[in-house]
Structure formats: structure tokens, C-alpha cells
């Protein structure tokens, strides 16, 4: 939705207007409009940090089209409630206890910022006790998308990158247990748009200032990045584009 405009006051007042005693907690505005990967990214990295029984709007890409479904996720304790466009399917990495679909009925506001008019319902009626079955159907059809996984074979891994942060860094859909029993051991080589990195570093500044260097973050994923420069900026990397892992003797 992003901060500037109305939408988020709007949406954080009619949750308050409904449930008074609410905390809320702001993840983010700034998702790029219609990147579902890049917020099931976000979810996934930040879901485990709260307490059970917490409810979370996810509202990105809620009305792609006219049969876009609402859904209630439960999973590991946690709700979540948004668009069945995949998102949740990318971003949990267990089989949901539970999914609803969600059949109360909107008004015409509800059609055009469901996030304000449907999600926030949902949620706070969940937040205030509410059972998920009382809000719609269960609901065993919902989007299930197969991103994220790399491919591979004895001296290769191609993966993709699945979000770029703010410093421009590059976060791919490799974990590093998959590049451990591929690799065995031996050398890499990745050729980025004619720059290459031939070894994984343990810190950003292992690498001089300009030179891109691949580490395994805290999320357990591997990053491009460029130490003290915006790697995505500078080669024209963006979201969804491929990247090859060569393995050398």
C-alpha cells in the first residue's frame, strides 16, 4: 500500500474501530505492487518471531481477478488471512492444519480494498476468539505454486533470485544443505553478467569495496551482494531472474 495516501490509516482504523484493545505490529507497506513472491519472502522470514495466536493481513495482489478467492491460513499456531494467490502456499514451509474460505459477504467497498473491508473483519473477529469455521468453508483447492525450488545436477545448481533488499543484495532460493550435498566440497564458479565469484564468503567484507561476494545469511539462503554497493542497481538484477552455479574439480 505503501505510507503515503490513506490506506493504511484507513486499514489500521477499522481494525482498532473492531477490536480496541489491539496490538499492532507493521512488517512492512513498501512491497513492489503485485509481487506475490517477494511478500510470501517477507512472510517467511518473519512469521516464527510471533507468538501463537497471532493473526497476520497479508494484503498484496488481492484483486489479480475477478474469481481471486479471501482465505483464512491456519498454520503453526499462527492465522493469516489474505488472497488465495499462492502466497501463503510459498511462504509456510509445512502443509497449513487448516484453510478457510472465506464466504461472508462484502459490500461494495469490500470489492475494491478488502484489506480495509474483508481481511480486517476476519482478523479481528479470529484475534477476539472467533472460530476460522464460522467465516467461510474449508477449503482444500487453494493455490499452490512450485517457486522457489532450484534445480540441480552432479556440477550444477541454477537458482533464482528471490528477493532484493534494500541495500540492492540478492537473496536466492538456495539453502545451504542443498549447495553442501551437491557441491562436495569442491569449487564454485558464477558468472553474474560477466563477474565472477569463486568462492563463499562468511562476511560481506571478506571482499575489497565493489567486488560482489556470495555468503549464506542468517535466513540460511544464499545472497549476492556487493560490499559497499547495491549489487541489483548496478548489474540489472532483479526478482525471478536465474542464476547458474557452476562446481569445479
Known amino acids: ?3 503515503a495516501g ?3 490509516g484507513s486499514l489500521k482504523a477499522a481494525i482498532i474501530a473492531q477490536f480496541p484493545q489491539v496490538s499492532i505490529i507493521d512488517i512492512t507497506h513498501e512491497v513492489q505492487p503485485f509481487h506475490v ?6 512472510v517467511k ?17 488481492s484483486l489479480s481477478a475477478p474469481s481471486t478467492k479471501f482465505v483464512v491460513v491456519q498454520a503453526e499456531g499462527q492465522y493469516f488471512v489474505g488472497a488465495d494467490n499462492g502466497l ?8 497449513p492444519d487448516k484453510v478457510i474460505l472465506i464466504t461472508l459477504p462484502a459490500n461494495g467497498a469490500g470489492q475494491t480494498f478488502p484489506a ?11 484475534a477476539n476468539g472467533g472460530a476460522i469455521e464460522q467465516v467461510g468453508v474449508e477449503y482444500s483447492d487453494y493455490v499452490r505454486p512450485t517457486a522457489w525450488q532450484p534445480s540441480y545436477d552432479a556440477n550444477s545448481i541454477t537458482v533464482t533470485v528471490s528477493y532484493v533488499d534494500n541495500y ?14 551437491v557441491a562436495k566440497g569442491r569449487g564454485i564458479l558464477v558468472d553474474i553478467k560477466g563477474y565472477e565469484i569463486d568462492s563463499v564468503s562468511k562476511s560481506y567484507n571478506e571482499k575489497g569495496s565493489g567486488e560482489i561476494v556470495a555468503i549464506f545469511s542468517g535466513n540460511g539462503l544464499l545472497e549476492l551482494a556487493m560490499n559497499h554497493g547495491n549489487l541489483s542497481q548496478i548489474l540489472g538484477i532483479k526478482e525471478g531472474d536465474s542464476i547458474k552455479i557452476n562446481f569445479t574439480a
Do not use: W
Open 1 to 3: 500500500m505503501g505510507n
Open 45 to 61: 522470514n518473519m512469521y516464527k518471531s510471533f507468538p501463537a495466536g497471532t493473526v497476520h493481513i497479508v494484503s498484496v495482489d
Open 168 to 181: 540492492g543484495n540478492c537473496i536466492c532460493n538456495l539453502k545451504k544443505d542443498l549447495f553442501d550435498q
Open 37 to 42: 513472491s517477494s511478500a510470501a519472502f517477507i
Open 6 to 8: 490513506y490506506y493504511v
Open 88 to 95: 501463503f502456499s510459498l511462504a509456510l514451509e509445512n502443509k
Open 116 to 126: 480495509r473491508d474483508i481481511f480486517a473483519r476476519v482478523a479481528c473477529y479470529i
